[in-house]
């Protein structure tokens, strides 16, 4: 309609859409998506009555050069040629419409929140305490800017923590060419140092990756990238990890895809929020520890093959098979020990240990529903293989005394928010039917966002009066303090912590 403002909207990863009512009336629809033409389809009709199927073929760069033949008088949007040739692919093309499973808000209906550029949180504590990589368990100032460049977006991130003479920090960048994780390459740069301890030694790490996606038609999309880490003291040590996944689309509400990676992959389209991205990009180095008195990082390789099943509107079911292999295994413990490879914590009472190695297939179900607009629910089983203490072992060492068994898991997830208080809340729990000293299927844990036994995250915004967004924040780990296994060694009893209990909680001012 000639006097209806123009609204702007973004699919989601399977190429679904949707905004608020329509008036009806006849319409221009105008799909750009990276590295394919801009197609412009006009008079389209909507009405109360009638469905409106559209088919829209985007052509490639390579399939289209007739297309800078301009015809005399034919007018072309500004920023449509920009669009086109940047070299970043898509997450997926726009394939059709559909009332019920909005991707992303219009321009109109975003709100403060597209405005928001700086973020300010003043916390204590730490998600995954144990390493000396990792985020300290201490008071904490964060920190992240969002540059804004063009069409381009640049965050800067940052943090610093000090407690009894030991201080952390860190300095972390996030570059999205395009504007947006999901639709363009990432990269990302972290810098990380920590004094251990008032006289002790100085961990610093290095952290650098990249991220993009590849479109083949409709039917096939290529996720790649790969991560160089550098990492130690008193010595240092390195390593290139590559990750990729293919994902191809079988039919109607069917997607196959194939993964080899360590980690899940990082970033907005994963969090959710640019800016909760770069905070954690602080965190994204895996744990440090010692073998043969040099530094190791805690590594892994996973593979694995998914079947994806779109159940209606509001829920997909996922079905995989998997196959991990690690060299060195992180295990988190807390106890007194002389053992020279025991790694202590300066800013907690954990300790971090190189478990060795672990091989083992397994198979995971996940069910995923979008209860209502405010409530949404996941549950997962896996099956899979894990370090545990062996029964059979008379060793006194420690890492002699840990085998790979397989457990059985069964975790389920609630995310809600309140609408009149605007409190935002996730609740998980993760059963095992078995001890554990290590992750059982961390990959699966990292991409659903879940930590063994019970775990809660709260978000409650505060009155503000000032120009600026309020909110605190807690997140609270096994909070039952499940799943401890007492260890014998030669200098004493250690107990090993699958999931360390934590706590950590702030304030988070957004401008």
Not at 57 to 77: C, D, H, W, Y
Not at 388 to 404: I, V
Not at 478 to 502: C, F
């Amino acid at each position: 309609l000639a006097e209806q403002s123009p609204i702007r909207l973004l699919t989601n990863d399977r190429g679904r859409f949707s905004t608020a009512a329509l008036p009806s009336g006849s319409y221009s629809i105008q799909v750009t998506l990276a590295g394919f033409l801009p197609v412009m389809q006009d008079h389209v009709q909507v009405d109360a009555q009638h469905p409106t199927l559209l088919e829209i073929v985007l052509g490639s760069m390579f399939s289209s050069f007739e297309k800078l033949r301009r015809v005399p008088n034919q007018t072309i949007a500004s920023d449509d040629w920009t669009w086109v040739l940047r070299s970043a692919a898509a997450d997926r093309t726009v394939l059709r419409w559909q009332d019920d499973i909005p991707a992303v808000q219009s321009t109109a209906d975003s709100g403060q929140s597209q405005n928001l550029r700086a973020r300010f949180d003043v916390t204590s504590g730490a998600d995954h305490p144990g390493s000396v990589a990792d985020l300290a368990d201490s008071p904490s100032t964060d920190f992240v800017y969002d540059l804004g460049l063009g069409s381009s977006q640049l965050l800067m991130a940052g943090q610093y923590s000090y407690e009894d003479g030991s201080s952390a920090g860190g300095l972390a960048a996030e570059w999205m060419p395009s504007g947006d994780a999901a639709t363009g390459p990432v990269t990302t740069l972290l810098v990380r140092e920590s004094q251990l301890g008032p006289y002790g030694p100085t961990f610093r790490g290095l952290r650098l990756s990249h991220d993009n996606e590849l479109q083949l038609g409709d039917s096939v999309s290529i996720r790649y990238g790969a991560e160089y880490l550098m990492a130690g003291f008193n010595g240092t040590t390195s390593a290139l990890r590559p990750r990729g996944e293919v994902a191809i689309r079988m039919g109607d509400g069917w997607e196959a895809s194939m993964i080899v990676a360590t980690d899940p992959w990082h970033g907005p389209a994963q969090s959710g929020e640019a800016m909760d991205s770069a905070l954690d990009t602080l965190d994204a180095f895996p744990t440090l520890l010692l073998r043969k008195d040099r530094p190791v990082l805690a590594n892994g390789l996973h593979e694995e093959l998914a079947v994806e099943r779109t159940l209606g509107s509001r829920a997909d079911i996922t079905a995989s098979v998997f196959h991990d292999l690690s060299t060195h295994t992180a295990v988190i413990g807390r106890g007194a020990s002389t053992d020279p490879e025991v790694l202590q914590d300066y800013f907690s009472e954990a300790f971090a240990y190189d478990g060795g190695a672990t091989n083992s297939m397994g198979t995971r179900v996940a069910y995923r529903e979008k209860i209502t607009e405010n409530v949404r629910a996941a549950i997962i089983y896996a099956y899979a293989g894990a370090l545990a203490p062996d029964q059979n072992a008379a060793a006194t060492d420690l890492r002699e005394q840990l085998a790979t068994r397989y457990r059985q898991s069964v975790a389920g997830e609630v995310s809600a928010t309140i609408p009149r208080s605007r409190t935002k809340f996730t609740t998980s729990y993760k059963w095992l039917n078995g001890a554990v000293v290590s992750h059982q299927d961390p990959y699966g844990e990292a991409s659903y966002g879940l930590d063994p036994y019970l775990s809660m995250e709260i978000r409650q915004p505060l009155p503000s009066f000032f120009p600026c967004r309020m909110e605190v924040q807690a997140n609270v780990g096994n909070l039952l303090a499940q799943g401890y296994v007492p260890i014998s060694t030669a200098d004493g009893n250690l107990v090993l912590v699958p999931s360390y209990r934590y706590f950590k909680g702030g304030l988070s001012l957004q401008f």
